[in-house]
């Protein structure tokens, strides 16, 4: 009897430094933090620079705001599975250098997320967060 309990135990100790090994080939990447801009082109026409991204599960998108004209981020069309809660529509931003975090958490689906400026979607202010899988290296 106690013999059958020891040996799935050697078992497991056995087979551990492989388990530990393959850990370490694959070190966890770092989370990174992507800087999305609001730009004014002109008086009447406004964008997100870059305009589309793709990141993965922990990275920061930081929306940062280069001008005086008041910017938000207003996520429209996302992948199901995705539930921004209070994240949907963002503050606005109205001083140069402000800045707005969007963590990807698990609010966030993998898939193609659209978001515009609220005030400025029919001037071109629009862009997409892709969200790649935790597994994928974009
Ligand atoms: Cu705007």
Redesign the pocket.
Known sequence: MRRARIAPSLLTLAFLPVVIAARAVQPPRAPKVVVVK?IDVSPTE?KFEPAAITVLPGDTVRFTQTTA????VEFRAVPAGTNLGSAKMGPFLVAAGATYDVVIDARFATGVHNYV????EM?G?KGTITVAPADATP
């Open positions: 609001a406004f004209t008041p910017h938000n400026c609220t005030p400025h001037m202010m």
